[in-house]
Structure formats: structure tokens, C-alpha cells
């Protein structure tokens, strides 16, 4: 059965494939309780935090869910020194790491530095799950295939749409990731899902986990 299927079956799943997000650079200690106490009520798959939240957002949920931080938030531009220095400090709290590829890099066509950059970061975390934002908002359909794969080649286990500052993703995007990956990376689409409706299209097209600031909104709208 498929995971859409699965989702249509038993909506009450969907909490299961859901990254609860609370990524706002201003977000207050309250607002990091009130994500993490979400995440246990909801049971969510992960709190997903800034690197300043990691550490309480492990001591909230850490027995019970996946803690998630950013690096190289929100651009990428940071070189790969920078985000292997952030990444070692936080593996004592993470369970998972998102990452930004290094747009700049790959604007310019310097597809040899946006993988040394992933690989680096893959290298510093061990078997810590990494996920590499390639900002699919942004590119077209075959910037979104090369990004997927360079991102795969890297050693990301998914490849994630967005941080969401260049609007929300399109399942089109999460076909695109698909076509440009082996069936063995999975794929976040994160970026405007605030509906059970668009969760069953973004895994529709291929997606194989959910990031959200709005996950009890999509938990609340599903078919009961």
C-alpha cells in the first residue's frame, strides 16, 4: 500500500510523516514549549527548531519524537567549515538535521562545491539523518532534478523542498525532486501545507515526510 493510500485509510497517520516547525529567528522560550507539548499531544514525528531551541526542544521530547535543528539557515551560504562547526555542536541534542545547500554554488553552476558541501556536513554527523534544502520555489523543473540529485550524491537521506521563503512548494516541485533521485532518498516537502488535502498531494507526487509550522491545522482537517 502506498503512503497515500495508507493516509487515506487512516488519516490519523498523517501526525506520524509530520516535522512540527517552529524555524521563526524570534521565537521565544513559550513558543518552543508550546511546539514541543504539540508534538507529544499530536505525536508528531519531530520538533523541528533553530540550533538556540535544540537543546530544550531535546529535553522536552527527546524520549518521545525527533529532534530536528537547521543549519546553514535559511540561504546556505555559509561555507562548509561553518555548517560542519554547527552541525558537531549540535548532535548532542538532534536526531536530525536540515540543511541548506549551498545556493550560491549552485547558481553559479558550481555543482563540485555543492556536493563537497553536503558530503562534508555527512561526514561530520555520522549516521545522524540529514536533510538538504534545495529551495524548489526558486528553480525551475530541471534546476529542481540537477539540485536532487547533487543533493542525493552528497549523502542527504531526503531532499527537502523549502524553507518557504520563496513561497509555498508545488507538488510539481516534489515530482521533479523524485525524478532526480533514487527511490532510496525520501523527500520533505515543507513550504505553505497547511491541509490534510495538500499533505495527500504532496505525497501523492512523491513526498515522503511533511515539514509545518501548521501541523495540528493539518492533523484538525483531516477525514474523521
Not at 141 to 170: M, N, S
Amino acid at each position: 500500500m502506498s503512503l497515500a493510500d495508507t493516509l487515506k485509510a487512516d488519516p490519523e497517520r498523517v501526525a506520524s510523516i509530520i516535522d512540527h516547525t517552529n524555524v521563526d529567528p524570534t521565537a521565544t522560550e513559550a513558543e518552543i514549549r508550546e511546539l514541543c507539548q504539540d508534538v507529544l499531544e499530536y505525536g508528531f514525528c519531530s520538533a523541528v527548531v533553530v540550533p538556540y531551541h535544540a537543546k530544550l526542544a531535546h529535553e522536552l521530547v527527546g524520549e518521545h519524537a525527533n529532534v530536528v535543528a537547521v543549519i546553514g539557515f535559511p540561504y546556505g551560504i555559509q561555507n562548509a567549515a561553518a555548517k560542519q562547526a554547527e552541525a558537531r555542536a549540535l548532535l548532542d541534542y538532534v536526531d536530525e538535521l536540515d540543511m541548506v545547500m549551498n545556493r550560491t554554488a549552485f547558481a553559479n553552476g558550481d555543482h563540485e562545491s555543492v556536493v563537497e558541501d553536503i558530503a562534508a556536513v555527512r561526514g561530520a554527523i555520522g549516521d545522524t539523518t540529514l536533510k538538504c534544502i534545495i529551495e524548489s520555489p526558486a528553480l525551475s523543473r530541471p534546476e529542481i532534478e540537477q539540485a536532487a540529485t547533487l543533493a542525493e550524491e552528497g549523502g542527504a537521506d531526503l531532499v527537502k523542498t523549502a524553507v518557504g521563503y520563496d513561497g509555498p512548494t508545488d507538488p510539481a516541485e516534489v515530482e521533479a525532486i523524485r525524478n532526480g533521485i533514487s527511490s532510496d532518498t525520501g523527500i520533505k516537502a515543507s513550504g505553505g501545507i497547511s491541509s490534510f488535502e495538500e499533505v495527500l498531494e504532496m505525497v501523492t507526487a512523491g513526498a515522503t515526510r511533511i515539514g509545518a509550522s501548521s501541523g495540528v491545522e493539518i492533523y484538525e482537517s483531516r477525514p474523521t
